[in-house]
T-cell receptor
Framework: GESVGLHLPTLSVQEGDNSIINCAYS??????FIWYKQESGKGPQFIID?????DKRQGQRVTVLLNKTVKHLSLQIAATQPGDSAVYFC????????????FGRGTSLIVHP | GAVVSQHPSWVICKSGTSVKIECRSL??????MFWYRQFPKQSLMLMAT?????????EQGVEKDKFLINHASLTLSTLTVTSAHPEDSSFYIC???????????FGPGTRLTVT
């Protein structure tokens, strides 16, 4: 992902709404992507992954969409709950690399009850 | 997934002192561990890659003499912040590589505050 030293963008939603979090990456050689959730004061937790030969993958309440043409990822969370409040990061891996991810800037999701 | 612990979870130290942060793999033998730092409201920045039994590989701009990394066993890696300064105050997170090359399991992080 494009990691820059700016403050995190914030997405505020009401409980029950669907949330869409976006991420851009810059490396056209990236072939594997992960979304992580980081709650306040904790380390990141794996949510869902997708390979570059796919454009959509679904998990429980979450869907990741990949658009390689514009180097864009999105994470959709259905029926967002207060427990989903966290910072969400995308991370990308490039083929032929050292298998160390590049983290995106992150988005802070705030879910209002 | 693997379980990674860090100790301490938070630490406050005075400027000029050194602080050691431990990263333990509780249920997995991790040949490779990673150290990240994270400033408030920012992303994770990789500091170094730690391989068991060998010297760590530091990212560009990270002072290896200031951030000493030791990975002496398959279950323990340590990061020592030497001669800490207030600008070193940050959230330090370790992770271990799992059996799959893309797998990473993160520790809960250590909040360092240098006064």
């Amino acid at each position: 992902g494009e990691s820059v030293g700016l403050h995190l963008p914030t997405l505020s939603v009401q409980e029950g709404d669907n949330s869409i979090i976006n991420c851009a990456y810059s490396n056209s050689a990236s072939d594997y992507f992960i979304w992580y959730k980081q709650e306040s004061g904790k380390g990141p937790q794996f949510i869902i992954d997708i390979r570059s030969n796919m454009d959509k993958r679904q998990g429980q309440r979450v869907t990741v969409l990949l658009n390689k043409t514009v180097k864009h990822l999105s994470l959709q969370i259905a029926a967002t709950q207060p427990g989903d409040s966290a910072v969400y990061f995308c991370a990308d891996y490039s083929s032929g690399g050292s298998y160390i991810p590049t983290f995106g800037r992150g988005t802070s999701l705030i879910v209002h009850p | 997934g693997a379980v990674v612990s860090q100790h301490p979870s938070w630490v406050i130290c005075k400027s000029g002192t050194s602080v050691k942060i431990e990263c333990r793999s509780l249920d997995f033998q991790a040949t490779t561990m990673f150290w990240y730092r994270q400033f408030p409201k920012q992303s994770l920045m990789l500091m170094a890659t730690s391989n068991e039994g060998s010297k760590a590989t530091y990212e560009q701009g990270v002072e290896k003499d200031k951030f000493l990394i030791n990975h002496a066993s398959l279950t323990l890696s340590t990061l020592t912040v030497t001669s800490a300064h207030p600008e070193d105050s940050s959230f330090y997170i370790c992770s271990e590589r799992g059996t799959g090359i893309y797998e990473q399991y993160f520790g809960p992080g250590t909040r360092l505050t240098v006064t």
